[in-house]
């Protein structure tokens, strides 16, 4: 018989004690995963942003809508930069009325310049000249296409709290991404459908969420998003330019402090659970103190008492950390808390701008 198999066997001693351990290292292993997964999913749209693209909004926040023509004047005002494109974005707050709990992205999109700009987007030909002259056109990531049960050629109809009123479309593609800087569950339509739609209230009407351009060399992006905003300096409503993993942060900042609390209440977990296994393992040293002695009687060395300690430990920690990760995965299944972190920050989009219109 080994130490290993030894300490082994010792866990058998006292066994409700151990299920309890175990247990209450699964649990505490548990909440530090789910944890992290919100803060991952809230954070990690910066790291997957295209370097070659950068943002424009409003300079206060980017809940207020800028003008129209703002799209053009970038485009003038950037041109001579090295910009090759430029759209423009404004969120729907859209949703499906058989099933209200779905929450995704929604946008309406310029359909002339967004696939430019966008180009990770994969459809066909015959997609795109569906997309240019169908004013109801939109494009469906694949990912939400199985959620909403559509195809290409299928219509939807679509609700938003914004703007009121049942919105039908017509499915152009369901889009696929070659890249991880957009994601897949994201609803896109005309932006002109929106526009000219009658029933939106004359102050509503040529306005945008903010613009994204297109740059030649992603190494000038701090330079160009400068001269961007210098030439908004003396309008009415200014600007803020960055680069596109900037403008995915910016969209959390409002909750930074959350997420920073988060963070640290994560580590205090993993603390918990070090202290749970710790007082444990005092626990049965303290029991065995003449089993100990005998050892050395027998001629075991002090390193040998360590490693039977140490071995029991890791038994533990083994088992209650391999039950924590079994329920993190079934739990992280269960509440799709890995859709993907684009769709989290254009939810949280959607929540600001449902708290404006309110």
Do not use: C
Request: net charge positive; glycine share 8%; proline share 3%.
């Amino acid at each position: 018989m080994t130490i290993l198999t030894l300490a082994a066997r010792n866990l058998t001693r006292n066994k409700t004690r151990v299920v309890l351990t175990v247990l209450g290292v699964g649990v505490a292993v548990l909440a530090f995963m789910l944890i992290r997964v919100v803060v991952w999913a809230w954070s990690m749209g910066g790291e997957v942003a295209a370097k070659d693209r950068i943002g424009t909004r409003d300079k206060i926040t980017f809940v207020n809508r800028l003008p129209l023509r703002y799209a053009q004047d970038l485009k003038d005002a950037a041109a001579p930069l090295g910009v090759t494109h430029v759209t423009y974005m404004d969120w729907f707050g859209g949703k499906d009325p058989r099933n209200d709990s779905l929450f995704f992205g929604a946008f309406a999109v310029d359909h002339a310049t967004f696939l430019d700009v966008y180009n990770e987007l994969s459809i066909s030909p015959e997609a795109r000249e569906r997309w240019k002259s169908d004013p109801q056109a939109a494009l469906v990531g694949k990912n939400l296409a199985k959620k909403l049960q559509v195809k290409e050629g299928d219509k939807i109809t679509l609700i938003s709290p914004i703007y009121p009123g049942d919105w039908e479309f017509h499915v152009a593609a369901v889009y696929r991404s070659t890249a991880k800087s957009f994601d897949e569950s994201s609803f896109i339509f005309r932006w002109d459908y929106l526009n000219n739609n009658k029933a939106l209230p004359a102050s509503q009407k040529d306005r945008i969420g903010w613009l994204a351009a297109k740059l030649t060399d992603p190494g000038r992006s701090a330079e160009i998003s400068k001269a961007i905003d210098k030439a908004f300096d003396d309008r009415d409503q200014q600007t803020l330019s960055m680069s596109e993993r900037d403008l995915n942060t910016s969209f959390v900042g409002m909750v930074a402090a959350v997420l920073q609390i988060l963070n640290i209440a994560s580590f205090v977990i993993l603390l918990i659970l070090g202290l749970i296994l710790g007082n444990t393992i005092a626990m049965g040293v303290r029991e065995r103190t003449y089993e100990h002695g005998v050892l050395r009687a027998l001629g075991f060395m002090p390193r040998h008492i360590t490693m039977f300690v140490v071995a029991e430990a890791l038994f533990i920690g083994a088992l209650g950390g391999a039950f924590g990760l079994a329920l993190a995965y079934a739990m992280s299944r269960l509440l799709r808390l890995a859709d993907g972190p684009d769709e989290v920050h254009r939810n949280q989009i959607g929540q600001l701008e449902l708290r404006k219109y309110q």
